[in-house]
């Protein structure tokens, strides 16, 4: 406590310039003003969560920079500013979205669809107001001369808003014998009969979806569209002006008793729905049980694998005086040196079914060779296969490592007690290699665990499992299955409520073993003793 | 066998030992085949004028470097109208270099301060930042796309699509382990070196400067090569935030020749992953001893 004092004091002591103060106050100043612009923007779009993380974080810049005693957090600030924006924030927007039902059909938050909602309109019958005449341009575009029962008159250009206008306007032709213009500029009328035939006519909305909109109703009149539906904000539900029927709001759908819906529907809280639907839906069920299975067999073997390949090329080439040890040693390194992107790339190449190099030598040897990429048994094969490339010389380089730090007394002890080779090896090497390596090995095993190049960039996930509601294949693991719920829509649209579900499963399975691995190891203690 | 046959020739020992170097050496080659098989095949296709899987060999038939030159657009008969790939090359060195620098700053001063100066909650603070990284930001992927989605809407250049975003997010991840390593380093420099300075009137950012940093070099090139290789692989956080093919890092750019027949692009794919990994691996062949080190530094210790 006295150390932290005085240190304090120090801080104050180094006595800034002044020049270093202002600049440290335009700085802050700088950065409020930027943040307030943003957060104000953010509000705009309803982005209230980003909104408010912004503000914790100026909120903690204005502390840091403003407080003398907050000295030491200054050399962090922008690195917390970053761990936070990107790092926590999304952990918690995760947790939020998981209890969501965001996803396609639930994109908008409530306030954004309402108002879309609210735009929707309907052909009144017998609302006829005006008397039309059609007008064609050569492009395909058409425009409507509108004339009301009181004889005024309105052109209504596609796309464009309804304007007042009388023949001889500029852009509008002289009036004929009955007082519609003979011609706008850009457009060829249509007469009556082509005009009543004409197939995509009908369905065109003349003017903006927020100030008047015509259709045409009859082969002589067109009328005003009527907004469809009414919002309810004390009832919370939606009235249909054509037919009286009320929507109510159902999980972010409006729905009325016997199942219509009005689209687009909004993001809501959904509870622990998706998380219900994650262990019990049926559709779901048969797949993921597949998945969690293969979740877990697969980092297990890949580590395995890896470790003891990786362990008996150590002890093999351990010897000092190896001939051309050094060699061996950079050679097997090879398959660590490249960006795993690319050489899981190449092997999906050479383990093709068809044409892999693979399966051309194995075909020409034996007149058989493994279907990869067809059956589930052999992708995941295939798969343990490519991670034991990627990942043995990893393995050797810390095994080799942990190996020299062995004492080479105990070896000695042991063989004058008789210990063989074998026993050796399970009694001294064994246990001391895992003591060192252990946590590298749980390391490994959480990072295979989430191993979404490999699955994704080999195979895909593939072969599909048949069947699944979405797509689902027998080399997915969670975090591959994730990606296709959220990213690659198939069938079902994105649904990243259900989606950031299993994310978080996922955060309770890496956070359970990695904070084992923490107490296993020395690390924590070390984090505290080193003042 | 040597044992049972000629229990006692004089030598015997010796005999034995050299039949298990041999043994061993055997072993050697296969392992060395099993690993540089790939990297052989590679290089062959890269240099195998017909392009195709299915009949590639060892030793290219039409050997040429026609595959460079569809890799470059310079083939008019080769059509693959997403092929820009100094355009992957150029944004992946852009985005892994401007993340490397900026991360090692921000690790490197943070470190600075866990290391040498004494503050409440420092240690909880170190553990915290430590406990946060061990949720790979893989995990909030959809989060993730949807805050930079969210500031694209306010701030065009750092939305979906921009390297700038990109870069933000690679920075978000780039805190926990590094900063341990580094505060390691810093710890083994002795104080006195602070303290000669604290004695002239230097400020905290002086010494930080002019005496540590200097002195950092070494490991400020490892941690950064380690970080700029790291960076340069990333898949899957420019997989999901880079929708354009021409805004692609190298790593997404070759995923998409997979796309369709990769089997008719296999040779021009061979030649662009080659020209993407040599760099990489010459750089941790040469480097391996010191990469070694700094991988074992956080958990091997004696």
């Known amino acids: 406590m006295a150390t932290t004092a005085g240190q304090a004091k120090r801080f104050q002591a180094s006595s800034e310039s002044p020049l270093s103060v202002l600049l440290r106050v335009a700085l802050i100043v700088f950065f409020d003003a930027g943040a307030a612009w943003f957060i104000q923007k953010a509000l705009v779009q309803d982005f209230i969560q980003l909104a408010i993380v912004i503000g914790i974080i100026t909120l903690m810049f204005n502390l840091i920079f403003l407080l003398p005693k907050a000295y030491p957090f200054r050399w962090m600030a922008f690195g917390l500013g970053f761990l936070i924006l990107f790092t926590i924030y999304p952990m918690v927007f995760t947790i939020y979205i998981a209890f969501t039902n965001y996803g396609d059909g639930h994109l908008l938050t409530k306030d954004q669809a309402i108002p879309l909602i609210e735009k929707i309109k309907y052909l009144p019958e017998g609302g006829a107001s005006y008397s039309w005449t059609a007008y064609k341009s050569p492009d395909g575009k058409y425009a409507l001369w509108l004339v009301d029962p009181d004889g005024n008159s309105f052109l209504c250009k596609q796309d464009e808003p309804i304007i007042a206008a009388k023949p001889g306007d500029p852009g509008v032709g002289a009036a004929d014998s009955k007082g519609i213009p003979a011609s706008v500029e850009g457009y060829e009328r249509l007469n009556k009969l082509l005009a009543a035939s004409d197939k995509t006519l009908p369905d065109i909305k003349f003017g903006t979806e927020d100030g008047i909109t015509v259709q045409i109703s009859t082969p002589s009149l067109a009328s005003a569209l009527q907004v469809r539906y009414k919002y309810d904000l004390a009832s919370d539900t939606v009235v249909d002006q054509e037919n009286g029927d009320i929507y109510l709001n159902e999980r972010g759908t409006f729905t009325t008793k016997d199942g219509k819906t009005i689209k687009p529907g909004f993001r809501e809280v959904v509870g622990l729905e998706n998380f219900v639907n994650f262990l019990t839906s049926p559709a779901l069920r048969g797949p993921l049980v597949t998945i969690m299975v293969w979740n877990f067999v697969f980092p297990t073997i890949s580590v395995l694998s890896t470790f003891s390949l990786g362990l008996a090329i150590a002890i093999m080439y351990n010897?000092?005086?190896?001939?051309?040890?050094?060699?061996?040693?950079?050679?097997?390194?090879?398959?660590?040196?490249?960006?795993?992107?690319?050489?899981?790339?190449?092997?999906?190449?050479?383990?093709?079914?068809?044409?892999?190099?693979?399966?051309?030598?194995?075909?020409?040897?034996?007149?058989?060779?493994?279907?990869?990429?067809?059956?589930?048994?052999?992708?995941?094969?295939?798969?343990?296969?490519?991670?034991?490339?990627?990942?043995?010389?990893?393995?050797?380089?810390?095994?080799?490592?942990?190996?020299?730090?062995?004492?080479?007394?105990?070896?000695?002890?042991?063989?004058?007690?008789?210990?063989?080779?074998?026993?050796?090896?399970?009694?001294?090497?064994?246990?001391?290699?895992?003591?060192?390596?252990?946590?590298?090995?749980?390391?490994?095993?959480?990072?295979?665990?989430?191993?979404?190049?490999?699955?994704?960039?080999?195979?895909?996930?593939?072969?599909?499992i048949a069947g699944a509601s979405t797509q689902a294949g027998y080399t997915d693991i969670l975090i591959s299955y994730v990606y296709n719920l959220a990213f690659a829509s198939s069938g079902r649209g994105v649904q990243y409520g259900l989606a950031s579900a299993i994310s978080i499963v996922l955060f309770f399975i890496v956070g359970s073993i990695t904070l084992f691995q923490y107490r296993y190891t020395r690390m924590w203690e070390e984090v505290s003793e080193n003042v | 066998m040597s044992k049972q046959i000629q229990p006692n020739l004089f030598g015997s020992q010796k005999f034995q030992k050299k039949l298990s170097v041999a043994i061993r050496l055997v072993i050697a080659v296969f392992l060395i085949l099993f690993a540089?098989?790939?990297?052989?095949?590679?290089?062959?296709?890269?240099?195998?004028?017909?392009?195709?899987?299915?009949?590639?060999?060892?030793?290219?038939?039409?050997?040429?470097?026609?595959?460079?030159?569809?890799?470059?657009?310079?083939?008019?008969?080769?059509?693959?109208?997403?092929?820009?790939?100094?355009?992957?090359?150029?944004?992946?060195?852009?985005?892994?270099?401007?993340?490397?620098?900026?991360?090692?700053?921000?690790?490197?001063?943070?470190?600075?301060?866990?290391?040498?100066?004494?503050?409440?909650?420092?240690?909880?603070?170190?553990?915290?930042?430590?406990?946060?990284?061990?949720?790979?930001?893989?995990?909030?992927?959809?989060?993730?796309?949807?805050?930079?989605?969210?500031?694209?809407?306010?701030?065009?250049?750092?939305?979906?699509?921009?390297?700038?975003?990109?870069?933000?997010?690679?920075?978000?991840?780039?805190?926990?382990?590094?900063?341990?390593?580094?505060?390691?380093?810093?710890?083994?420099?002795?104080?006195?070196?602070?303290?000669?300075?604290?004695?002239?009137?230097?400020?905290?950012?002086?010494?930080?400067?002019?005496?540590?940093?200097?002195?950092?070099?070494?490991?400020?090139?490892?941690?950064?090569?380690?970080?700029?290789?790291?960076?340069?692989?990333?898949?899957?956080?420019?997989?999901?935030?880079l929708t354009d093919v021409n805004q692609y890092t190298l790593m997404v750019g070759l995923q998409i020749f997979t796309a369709g027949q990769f089997d008719k692009k296999w040779g021009v794919f061979a030649a662009g992953a080659l020209l993407g990994a040599l760099p990489v691996m010459i750089t941790y062949l040469t480097l391996q001893d010191q990469i070694a080190g700094g991988l074992t530094a956080g958990a091997v210790k004696e």
Do not use: C
């Not at chain 1, 040890?325 to 398959?335: F, M, S």
């Open chain 1, 319 to 464: 010897d000092k005086d190896f001939p051309l040890k050094k060699l061996i040693r950079t050679l097997l390194l090879i398959p660590y040196t490249i960006p795993s992107v690319i050489t899981i790339l190449i092997w999906r190449g050479m383990l093709n079914t068809e044409f892999g190099v693979i399966n051309r030598i194995l075909n020409d040897m034996f007149g058989w060779a493994p279907p990869w990429t067809v059956e589930a048994f052999w992708a995941r094969v295939a798969v343990l296969l490519v991670n034991l490339w990627l990942g043995f010389p990893y393995m050797m380089l810390v095994t080799s490592g942990a190996l020299q730090s062995i004492p080479s007394d105990l070896y000695e002890a042991a063989t004058i007690d008789g210990a063989g080779g074998w026993r050796r090896f399970t009694a001294i090497t064994l246990p001391l290699l895992l003591v060192a390596v252990g946590p590298l090995l749980i390391a490994s095993f959480v990072f295979n665990f989430n191993n979404f190049g490999l699955i994704y960039l080999f195979i895909g996930g593939g072969p599909p």
């Open chain 2, 36 to 241: 540089i098989f790939p990297v052989l095949w590679i290089i062959s296709a890269s240099f195998d004028n017909s392009n195709s899987l299915a009949t590639q060999s060892l030793i290219p038939a039409q050997a040429g470097l026609k595959n460079y030159q569809r890799l470059f657009n310079m083939d008019p008969n080769f059509a693959f109208s997403d092929l820009s790939y100094w355009r992957w090359l150029f944004n992946s060195v852009k985005v892994s270099g401007i993340s490397t620098l900026l991360s090692l700053a921000l690790t490197t001063m943070a470190a600075y301060a866990f290391s040498r100066l004494r503050f409440a909650g420092r240690v909880t603070l170190l553990k915290a930042i430590l406990l946060i990284q061990v949720f790979p930001n893989l995990l909030a992927l959809i989060a993730i796309y949807v805050i930079i989605f969210q500031f694209g809407e306010i701030i065009p250049a750092l939305g979906l699509n921009t390297h700038a975003g990109l870069i933000m997010v690679y920075l978000g991840g780039s805190m926990g382990m590094n900063i341990w390593l580094m505060k390691g380093f810093l710890d083994t420099i002795p104080r006195a070196i602070d303290e000669s300075g604290m004695v002239d009137g230097a400020s905290n950012f002086q010494i930080f400067w002019g005496l540590l940093l200097p002195l950092l070099r070494p490991i400020l090139v490892v941690i950064g090569i380690l970080s700029f290789i790291g960076t340069y692989g990333d898949f899957i956080l420019a997989r999901i935030l």
